[in-house]
């Protein structure tokens, strides 16, 4: 059994087999075939914060699967009323075969795990969101056909997404360059672990109109992440030059795509006219999170392998 808290619980062999299984997936699903390979399993879903594609996304996911999904929101279980985390993961995993948990602080995710029988994902945390960023590699494989040579560019708030981009990136020998203001940054221990680790190609330029020069892929995300609103204000002043607007996208190649994991703020952190432009991939982006997130469960729900 193993938990996904981290895109760096991932080799490099076992990111390219759920990114291959979630292309059959998605297959199967384009042509009407069923792939019940779920069936009579049920998963958890834990949410601390809201969310729009993670929900829907992993419950249709196993239904699709033939199995089935329990939406949990925090208040509405035990640990609201202050049930430990440790009872509540050693009870859950009596019932079933998985959990999804979304938490305001990365260390509830881990605890969870530690007393979790059963395989534990992080649906996204203060600190990463492994899911989105498998799905994104999936989505960037689509558009550009490998991950090799290409440059992925940040431009914003150095984030959760951020953060497991950036050790994403150094796994698949893909360049990143970050693109924020001074204290905005992804975390210095991650940036430290992508290229010590796994040699990542990881570059910090300020300046966003320099960073998207050669990109292949712009990335941006909101300015306000969950669990900051008391930080607004600040924040939207901190990221005035940040935005992905169509000036700066015309800065970059002419094939470039631009990525955004949503909720998106129009108008702050990304233009109107740039999410719904031609070069906007954010649809298929969130699609993408269904097929890969099958996988994902599959791989640590089933004994299934699939072949070539
Ligand atoms: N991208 C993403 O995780 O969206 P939700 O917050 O809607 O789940
Ligand atoms: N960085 C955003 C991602 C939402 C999917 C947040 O944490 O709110």
Redesign the pocket.
């Given at each position: 059994m193993k938990h996904l808290l981290s895109i760096s619980d991932l080799t490099l062999e076992e990111i390219e087999d759920i990114l291959k299984m979630a292309g059959k997936l998605k297959e199967d699903r384009y042509r009407n075939r069923v792939s019940d390979y779920l069936r009579n399993k049920s998963l958890a879903m834990i949410f601390e914060?809201?969310?729009?594609?993670?929900?829907?996304?992993f419950e249709v996911a196993m239904a699709d699967l033939g199995g089935h999904a329990l939406y949990l929101s925090w208040n509405d279980l035990q640990l609201g009323r202050g049930e430990t985390i440790k009872d509540t993961a050693m009870v859950m995993a009596r019932y079933v075969h998985g959990v999804v948990i979304?938490a305001r602080k990365h260390e509830t995710v881990e605890e969870f795990a530690r007393y979790s029988e059963r395989p534990v994902i992080n649906?996204?945390s203060d600190l990463e969101?492994p899911?989105?960023v498998l799905s994104d590699l999936f989505t960037i494989g689509e558009y550009k056909g490998n991950y090799r040579d290409l440059t992925i560019t940040w431009v914003g708030d150095g984030n959760n997404?951020c953060n497991s981009l950036v050790l994403a990136s150094a796994i698949v020998g893909m360049k990143m360059v970050v693109s924020t203001p001074d204290n905005y940054r992804p975390r210095e221990d991650i940036i430290k672990k992508a290229k010590e680790a796994y040699g990542g190609d990881i570059v910090v330029e300020p300046d966003p109109k320099k960073a998207v020069e050669n990109a292949d892929i712009i990335y941006t995300d909101v300015w306000v992440s969950?669990g900051m609103d008391n930080e607004k204000e600040d924040r939207i002043r901190n990221f005035k030059g940040y935005q992905v607007n169509q000036s700066l996208v015309d800065k970059s190649k002419d094939d470039v795509i631009v990525m955004h994991?949503?909720?998106a703020h129009r108008g702050e952190e990304i233009t109107s006219e740039v999410l719904e432009g031609t070069h906007s991939v954010v649809l298929d982006q969130?699609e993408n999170?269904l097929h890969v997130q099958k996988a994902i469960l599959v791989k640590l729900m089933s004994d299934i392998e699939f072949e070539e």
């Open positions: 914060h809201p969310s729009t594609r993670t929900r829907i996304s979304r649906g996204l969101h899911c989105q997404v969950m994991c949503l909720p969130a999170r």
